[in-house]
């Protein structure tokens, strides 16, 4: 039998948690979940009251994963749902991460987090703008810092403000709060930016996915505005070849990067990153300086 944990008055089995999930640097499960309480604050804050998807890797990332946005079967009756609109026709029931215990009982599932740019009341409608800066072959996180910074711009021209986090894999997430707007008028605009991106880096930018064109290029994906996308939740931990994590940076950072190991953020880096930064995406909880959407 399992032995029990207790968090904030929930008894939880955390098992196997000398479990080694990555090889490569001999990080263990319990290490895992011991970042998880560790980040707990910022983590809660930007997972709260969003329906999470799970992409689920229990024996590690070179192990079977699945993405999942079902309740996990076997959930404490205590975990918090939503109903969450799937079509026209129909609504599936999701989790909602709200508290540490029912974090703790996410994690011990091994799983990345991932989330919509709107909350469970407010279905469709987007507090959050993205933008995934994934660099094809031949192209690095680097050339996604270039892109980052004319988007940063591009959105201040029209008064909005972004902020940059680590992927945890090989590209950038830009982030832009905004006042609550529909899905689909977000995710027009974004598709317009990344056409205008494409026509000003012409070299370096492109729209489209299309895997022949990726070569040495930025794709700017803007696909994830849609309701029925998400993208990994900031501070996650990534199922990769060693604990990463979706790391907000600051601006400086993405600036002056020129190595793609200047913006690799593993569990062990982010509590110092915490104690001398805060949490640098906090103006997407509390939606301090959340803007309309242009032309709304």
Known sequence: MSPLTEVEGRRLPLTRLDKVLYPATGTTKGEVLHYCAETAGPLLAHLRDRPVSFLRYPDGPDGQLFFTKNVPPGAPDW????????????????????????LMWAANLVVEFHTPQWQAQHPARADRLV??????????????CTVACWLRERLSDDGLTA???????????????????????????????????????????????????RPGKVFVDHSQNAAAKTTATPYTVRARSEPTVSAPVTWKEVEKCTDPAELVFLIGDIGPRLKKYGDLLGPLVDLEGARPLPGS
Not at 79 to 102: H, K
């Open 163 to 213: 902020y940059a986090k680590t992927s945890g894999s090989k590209g950038l997430h830009l982030l832009v709060p905004l006042e609550r707007t529909p899905s689909d008028e977000v995710s027009a605009y974004a598709r317009g930016l990344a056409i205008e991106a494409e026509a000003a880096l012409p070299e370096l930018a492109l729209h489209r996915m299309a895997r022949a064109l």
């Open 79 to 102: 975990v918090q749902t939503a109903e969450v609109p799937r079509s026209r026709e129909r609504t599936a029931c999701q989790v909602l991460i709200q508290d540490l215990a029912t």
């Open 131 to 144: 933008f995934d800066l994934d660099p094809g072959p031949g192209a690095t996180v680097v050339d996604c």
